[in-house]
């Protein structure tokens, strides 16, 4: 129900002052200040230097990547110490509870890798598992989403494990060191987290683990200012510091995840929680990260690299910009070229939709979804006017055809998918540079707190689909025990001439594909510097009857050219929570300058900024 909430966007000092949490520290604040790291800078959206660099969506986070950066970590242990920061900071979105997808550019031996840290489905999971036995129909998205049923077993603790153990300087106790600094001194809170306390909070308010952590004694959002503190992660940091992962996959902490998955522990009354969850400590002995080969294209004479299956995006901005090499974009005029964008998604969704899964269970035809010859063969459908949604999938598999004719589709069976995460980027001396989109999933995943451990768990077990799109049809996306659900997380790092030249990652569910899209194209083919790249306004188009355009765009020349000329159709990117549902997701990115100098960029407005910072500023 989150989405219905009506929420003010204006946030007040002024809220009671005695509505303490129970188990967090508030305090009344002075000015907003960041505490627990090394001095507090100022949030900026892009920073120049050298020495190494981080962009996320938090100043703490950040300012932690910096700490693990000037202590002789690299750019993957200023990663896992961003990560975990952020799981103090912006809980709703991080945190030890969820997964994500890791693409490492590693200097040493000039290679890309990726680490594969999605969360499983429980062995116990079934493909009609979101299908309510009442009325035989999928359960509501919202509703589902509400669920313990939702939670896959957490896999952010063995991704940031694998990630240091494998190409890290420092070790895993080292790189939490910043985060159980944060937890311990407390961070102050601002608009942006009392925003996204707002939108799950009957959800928080379900569980008295969620509302003594996040919410006042009266089950309110706390008054921004507060300065938060989160003994309990601290504690768990220290733990895992202290014995490793296996305190959670085989350990106390493990036991704590699954007993709250499996027998919730809900407020008296409350409506929300109806399903448990189906976890075992099996499931959670079972999980392993994966280093897994990146997917590759190359574009106007860059390597780009990104994350394959279960990972669609590596595919789906792989083939779209398969489809947009046949075209000069920067001769076209813009609206030609934004319609070829629109065009060259919308097909590649199509796609994207019919054919990524999780690859250990179903056969996914990566090579030809990444193939320039099937690329040719989605072209050739575009002509001067958008094609109508839900277009057909093509066929990936070779010898492919040399212009099939284009027919529409039965009714997409992908799920919603919530659209709020977080992309890290980081860069350190040595030239090494991770992206890194990880989240619990939809605001605040589950809602529901480990007791005792302080922090949320994940609900991205509905990125599955519910059902096939018709009875008995082929699904690539249906659960299954073990079996990971396909994301549109997966951050790109482009080489030139084997060097890398950018990076770029974003939040914001199936409009991650389309955000990393358009700042490519922004950026590559019409020439805007990489931060205006990303702030400019954004479309995206995934298949639909209408393209979701963000306010700015929406009411642009272009969009109405857009219209006129080719009969695209847009839908204006608003909703009841705002500005969150006001535009597709919030980005990261980073440059190597010509003079090597790092350029890290943060969001400059969508969900109040976020924060670059570099090791040595030279401006
Ligand atoms: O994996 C995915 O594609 C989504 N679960 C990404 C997370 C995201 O944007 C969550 N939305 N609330």
């Known amino acids: ?77 200023a990663a896992v110490a961003t990560a975990s920061a952020l799981g103090v900071t912006i809980p709703f979105v991080a945190g030890p509870g969820g997964g994500g997808f890791m ?70 106790a080292a790189d939490l060191q910043p985060a ?52 309990d992660l601290a504690r768990t940091y ?9 305190y959670l996959y085989d350990g ?96 590649s969704y199509a796609d994207r939709d019919a054919y990524v899964g999780d690859p250990r269970y179903v056969s996914v035809p990566l090579s030809g979804l990444l193939s320039p010859a099937f690329a040719a063969t989605r072209r050739c459908l575009i002509h001067d006017q958008a094609l109508v949604s839900p277009v057909a999938a093509g066929d990936p ?24 995460t977080n992309n890290i980027v980081t860069a350190d001396k040595w030239g090494d540079i991770v992206a890194y989109t990880n989240t619990i999933n939809f605001f605040g995943g589950s809602g529901e707190t480990v007791p005792g451990y302080g922090f949320l768990l994940n609900n991205e077990m509905t990125d599955f689909d519910f059902a096939p799109p018709a009875a008995g049809a082929y699904d690539p996306n249906l659960p299954a025990g073990g079996k990971q659900p396909r994301s549109s997380m997966g951050p790109v790092i482009a080489l030139r001439n084997g060097k890398p030249v950018f990076t ?18 922004n950026h590559v083919d019409f020439g805007m510097s990489l931060p205006a790249a990303l702030a400019a306004p954004r479309v995206s188009q995934t298949n639909s009857p209408t393209s979701l355009a963000e306010p700015a765009f929406y009411n642009s020349a272009l969009a109405k050219q857009l219209t006129s000329e080719f009969g695209e159709q847009f839908t204006e990117a608003t909703g009841p929570i705002l500005p969150l549902d006001h535009y597709p997701g919030d980005a990261t990115a980073l440059q190597v300058l010509r003079d090597g100098r790092l350029e890290a ?8 900024g976020g924060s670059a910072l570099v090791v040595n500023p030279s401006r």
């Not at 990652?505 to 990393?516: M, N």
């Open 252 to 347: 106390p902490l493990g036991r704590a995840i699954v007993g709250a998955d499996d027998h919730p522990v809900t407020t008296p009354g409350q409506t929300v929680v109806a399903l448990p969850g189906i976890m075992t400590m099996n499931d959670l002995r079972a999980y392993t990260a994966r280093v897994q080969s990146p997917t590759h294209v190359r574009y106007r004479g860059l390597d780009i690299y990104s994350m394959a299956p279960p990972s669609s995006s590596g595919s789906t901005v792989g083939e779209a910009l398969n489809i947009l090499s046949g075209y000069n974009l920067s001769a076209e005029p813009r609206a030609t070229a934004l319609f070829h964008y629109l065009e060259a998604s919308r097909l």
């Open 397 to 420: 598999y070779p010898p492919y055809q040399s212009c099939p004719g284009q027919s529409s589709s039965p009714a997409a069976s992908a799920s919603p998918e919530g659209s709020h």
């Open 601 to 608: 960029i943060a969001e400059p407005v969508r969900l109040g």
């Open 1 to 77: 129900m989150r989405r219905l909430l009506a929420v003010s966007v204006t946030f007040a000092l002024a809220a009671s002052l005695a509505a303490l949490p129970l188990a967090a520290s508030a305090a009344p604040g002075g000015p907003a200040a960041a505490v627990g790291v090394t001095a507090a800078s100022i949030k900026e959206p892009v920073a120049v230097g050298t020495g190494g660099a981080v962009a996320s969506m938090d100043l703490n986070a950040s300012q932690a990547g910096i700490d693990a950066l000037k202590h002789g970590g690299n750019a993957i242990d």
């Open 103 to 172: 693409v490492i550019y590693l200097a040493r031996t000039h290679q890309v890798i990726t680490i594969n840290g999605r969360e499983t489905c429980p062995g116990a999971c079934t493909s009609s598992m979101f299908v309510d036995p009442k009325t035989g129909q999928p359960y509501g998205y919202d509703y589902a989403s509400d669920q313990p049923l939702a939670t896959g077993v957490p896999s952010m603790v063995a991704t940031w494990a694998k990630a240091v153990s494998r190409y890290g300087n420092k070790s895993l």
């Open 504 to 521: 770029v990652g974003a939040a914001g569910g199936s409009t991650i594909i389309t955000t990393i899209l358009q700042i490519i194209i």
């Open 180 to 231: 159980i600094r944060i937890a311990d001194s407390g961070f102050r809170v601002n608009a942006d987290f009392r925003q996204l306390t707002e939108s799950d909070l009957p959800e928080l308010q379900a569980y008295p683990a969620s509302r003594s952590l996040l919410l006042t004694r009266a089950g309110n959002p706390l008054p921004v200012g507060y300065l938060l503190r989160n003994p």
């Open 238 to 246: 220290r733990l895992l510091a202290r014995y490793g992962p296996s």
